[in-house]
C-alpha cells in the first residue's frame, strides 16, 4: 500500500504541478484501483492515500484535554552496566528513543477518532486534525474496538534540511527537527502541518479493548507481540531489538553504530521488559514507571585547541562563523571543525585564538564546542567580506548579533539571483547547478545575468569542470538556446523583483497588456489599479524598475531573449475574469490538462486542484462518474461541465 501510494501521488504531482504525465490513465487507473481493493480487504487507508481527500480546518485554538492517568517520564543512565544490571534475568525491547513530540491516539471502530499531545504529562492538547495529516498514520485500522497507543511525531532530518534550504534568511530557519516538529503538530490549520511532512513512529500500546463483535487480541504478555500487531494494523512501529544481559552491551554498540546513518532524530535508546505483568507488577515511582528505562548516549568529549575561526559568507548577504581546531577522533570519525552560528554565541563562551576547549557530537552527530577552558575573548570581528572583500556590519536580529556584507555586487548574493534566474518557472535553463554557477562567477566567465546566453564562448573551460563533459555542455547550450524565446510574464518573475511571484507577474502582464514598455514604466497608481496588487509588491516593483543598476540588467536581456506572442482574444463572450475551474480526467480537445488551464487563464479564470464552496464549474468529460471530485460537486451543487460543453460556453 505505502509503494502504490507513493507511485501514485507521484504521478499525481508530475500531472498536475509539473505538467508531465510519467504513466498513462489507464496505467495510473490500474494502480488506484489496487490500491482501493487493498484499503477496502485491510480496512486501513494511509492518511497520504490519493483516495481520500484532505479537508483542511482551521481552529481558533487547540483544546485542552486530561490524560486519563498521569504520563510519567522515564528514568535515564549512561551506562551499559546499568541497562545490564536492570535487566537481570528478564528479556527486554530495546529501541531508539525518538527526538520529537510524544502522541496519544484512540481508534474506536477502526476509525482515527482523537489524538493528544503529551504536554505536561497530566494535561494535553487535542491536534487530532493534525495528526490526520500525518505522512502515514492510518485513518482506519481493521481492529474494530478501542485502541489507545503512544508514538512520537518526528520530522525527518531530509524533510528538514529541505525545508531549511528553501529559506534565505539564516536567521529564519529553524534550529532543529524537534523544534519544527513541535509547532508543525501544534498549528491551528492543519494545511501547514501537512506541508511539515510529520510521520509517527508508534512504541507503546495503551490499551485494546474488544466488544461484543470484537474480541482482544491475545498478546501472550509480550511486549514484542504487541509491536508486531500494532504493525500488522498499519502503523510504523519504533525499530527495536531482543535483549538479554549477554547481548545488550553488543546491541548497543549496533545502534551507536547505524546513528549516523538514520533519517530520523534520536536521543537515545529506550529498555522496556519484554513480560508485561512482569513490569507492571513493580509498579512506579513518583516520576517513573518501573518497567522501562531510558538510556542516553554517554556524549564523547575531546580537548583540543582552536586555532581559527573561518568566516563564510552565504547567499543572504550573512557571514556566520566556524570554528576551526585541531582534529580529534569522535565517534569513531575525525572532527576538525564546529558551527558557532553567529558572534553571539562566540561571545558568550568568550572563544579566542589558540583557547583550549572541549569538543563533542550532539545526539552523536552534530560536532558542537562544550566548553571553552581558557576563555581568552582574543577574537576579532571581521570588517571585510571574505568573498567580495566588501565592508561589513554588525547587525541584531532577534536579539542575537550577526555579521553582514552591505556589498549588494557580493559574488555569494549573485549566486541566488543567477539561480532564480534559471529556475523552471523564469528562465528554465536546464544543466546549470548552483555549484557550476559559483564556479563561473569565480572564474569570470559571467558577471551579469546576460552572460548566461554566450557560455559558448567558454566551452574549453567549462567542460573541464566536474561534472561537465561535451554531451552535457551541448545539452545545456541547447537549453540556453531554448530559453531565448519566452514568456513575458516568466521574465518579469525571473528578474527577483522582491514581492512579485510568477502570479503576480502574470497579473501585471495581462492588466498592461503584455506591452514590455508600458510593464517597465509602469506608475504605482497604475499598479495600485490592478486587482491583487497592494502597496508593498507596487513601491518594490516601481524602485526596481527605476534602479540604474536594474535597467541595465533588463536592457542587456532585452538584447538576447524574444517574448513570445501572447493570443489577443475577445472578451465578450469569452471572459472568464472571477471564475474558478477544477479541470479533472482525460482531456480530447487539448493536449493535456496544463493546456486547458492556460486556456482558462488566458482568459481570466483560475484553475484550482480541489472542489471547494469557491468552484464555479467542475470539467469533467467523464461527467457521471463517481469520483471524489464528481461527488463533491454535486454535494455542492457545482455544475459539472464536459469540454465540449465547457468550449460552446467560452468559444
Known amino acids: ?27 495510473y487507473d490500474k494502480l488506484y484501483d489496487e490500491l482501493v481493493a487493498l484499503e477496502e480487504s485491510l480496512g486501513t487507508t494511509l492518511s497520504n492515500s490519493p483516495t481520500r481527500n484532505v479537508g483542511y480546518e482551521v481552529l481558533s485554538e487547540l483544546p485542552k484535554e486530561a490524560h486519563p492517568s498521569r504520563m510519567l517520564s522515564l528514568d535515564k543512565t549512561k551506562s551499559v552496566d546499568d541497562l545490564q544490571s536492570w535487566l537481570g534475568g528478564q528479556e527486554g525491547v530495546l529501541s531508539w528513543k525518538m527526538d520529537g513530540l510524544t502522541i496519544v491516539i484512540t481508534y474506536e471502530d477502526g476509525k482515527l477518532v482523537k489524538a493528544v499531545t503529551r504536554g505536561n504529562g497530566e494535561i494535553g492538547e487535542v491536534v487530532t486534525n493534525n495528526v490526520k495529516v500525518f505522512k502515514n498514520v492510518p485513518l482506519n485500522i481493521p481492529f474494530k474496538g478501542k485502541l489507545v497507543l503512544r508514538g512520537e511525531a518526528v520530522i525527518k532530518y531530509s524533510d528538514f534540511n529541505a525545508l531549511n534550504a528553501s529559506i534565505a534568511e539564516v536567521s529564519e530557519k529553524y534550529k532543529n527537527p524537534r523544534n519544527l516538529c513541535s509547532g508543525s503538530v501544534r498549528q491551528l490549520n492543519n494545511e501547514i502541518t ?3 511532512s510529520v510521520f509517527f513512529f508508534a512504541f507503546g500500546l495503551v490499551s485494546c479493548e474488544g466488544n461484543e463483535n470484537v474480541s482482544t ?14 504493525e500488522s494494523q498499519g502503523f510504523e512501529v519504533v525499530e527495536r531489538k531482543m535483549v538479554t544481559a549477554s547481548n545488550i552491551h553488543d546491541t548497543v554498540k549496533w545502534f551507536a553504530g ?22 507492571r507488577s513493580l509498579g512506579t515511582t513518583a516520576k517513573f514507571p518501573k518497567d522501562a528505562i531510558a538510556f542516553k548516549w554517554q556524549d564523547e568529549t575531546a580537548e583540543t585547541i582552536l586555532t581559527e575561526i573561518e568566516w563564510s559568507a552565504s547567499r543572504t548577504g550573512l557571514i556566520n562563523p566556524v570554528a576551526i581546531f585541531e582534529p580529534v577522533e569522535l565517534e569513531g570519525t575525525t572532527v576538525s571543525r564546529a558551527s558557532l552560528h553567529n558572534i553571539s554565541i562566540i561571545e558568550e563562551m568568550k572563544l579566542g585564538i589558540g583557547d583550549k576547549i572541549s569538543v563533542y557530537k550532539a545526539n552523536m552527530i552534530i560536532p558542537q564546542i562544550a566548553e571553552n577552558f581558557t576563555k581568552s575573548g582574543k577574537f576579532t570581528v571581521p570588517e571585510y567580506c571574505p568573498v567580495c572583500h566588501g565592508k561589513t556590519v554588525i547587525e541584531k536580529e532577534n536579539d542575537v548579533k550577526v555579521l553582514r556584507c552591505v556589498n549588494e555586487e557580493c559574488l555569494a548574493k549573485k549566486i541566488k539571483s543567477f539561480t532564480h534566474f534559471m529556475s523552471r518557472d523564469a528562465m528554465n535553463v536546464e544543466g546549470l547547478s548552483e555549484a557550476t554557477v559559483e564556479k563561473m562567477i569565480a572564474e569570470g566567465i559571467i558577471t551579469e545575468l546576460a552572460d548566461l546566453f554566450h557560455l559558448e564562448k567558454y566551452k574549453e573551460i567549462i567542460t573541464e569542470m566536474e561534472g561537465f563533459g561535451e554531451k552535457s555542455f551541448a545539452n545545456m547550450i541547447a537549453s540556453v538556446e531554448k530559453a531565448r524565446t519566452v514568456n513575458l510574464a516568466k521574465f518579469i518573475y525571473s528578474l527577483g523583483i522582491p514581492n512579485v511571484g510568477l502570479s503576480n507577474a502574470k497579473l501585471i502582464c495581462k492588466a498592461l497588456d503584455n506591452d514590455f514598455d508600458k510593464i517597465r514604466n509602469a506608475t504605482r497608481e497604475e499598479l495600485l489599479e490592478i486587482d491583487h496588487i497592494g502597496e508593498v509588491i507596487a513601491d518594490t516593483f516601481v524602485s526596481f524598475m527605476k534602479n540604474e543598476n536594474n535597467q541595465k540588467v533588463v536592457d542587456d536581456l532585452l538584447k ?3 517574448f513570445e506572442v501572447e493570443e489577443k482574444t475577445d472578451s465578450a463572450n469569452l471572459n472568464m475574469e472571477g471564475l474558478t475551474f477544477v479541470v479533472t480526467g482525460s482531456v480530447e480537445h487539448f493536449a493535456n490538462r496544463k493546456e ?56
Open 560 to 562: 538576447e531573449v524574444t
Open 194 to 196: 501537512a506541508k511539515r
Open 217 to 230: 487480541p491475545d498478546f501472550e504478555n509480550s511486549r514484542a507481540s504487541q509491536y508486531q500487531w500494532l
Open 1 to 27: 500500500m505505502r509503494e502504490l501510494v507513493s507511485i501514485l501521488n507521484k504521478a499525481s504531482k508530475a500531472y498536475y504541478q509539473d505538467a508531465e504525465e510519467i504513466m498513462s490513465n489507464l496505467e
Open 596 to 651: 486547458l488551464q492556460a486556456f482558462i487563464e488566458s482568459r481570466g479564470g483560475k484553475v484550482t486542484g480541489s472542489v471547494t464552496k469557491k468552484t464555479n464549474y467542475l470539467i469533467n468529460n467523464d461527467n457521471m462518474s463517481n469520483s471524489s471530485k464528481n461527488k463533491k460537486a454535486k454535494e455542492l451543487q457545482i455544475p459539472i461541465l464536459t469540454e465540449n460543453e465547457f468550449l460552446e460556453m467560452y468559444q
Open 258 to 279: 547505524v546513528i549516523e546513518k538514520n533519517d530520523f532524530p534520536s536521543d537515545g535508546l529506550v529498555l522496556i521488559y519484554d513480560d508485561i505483568a512482569f513490569g
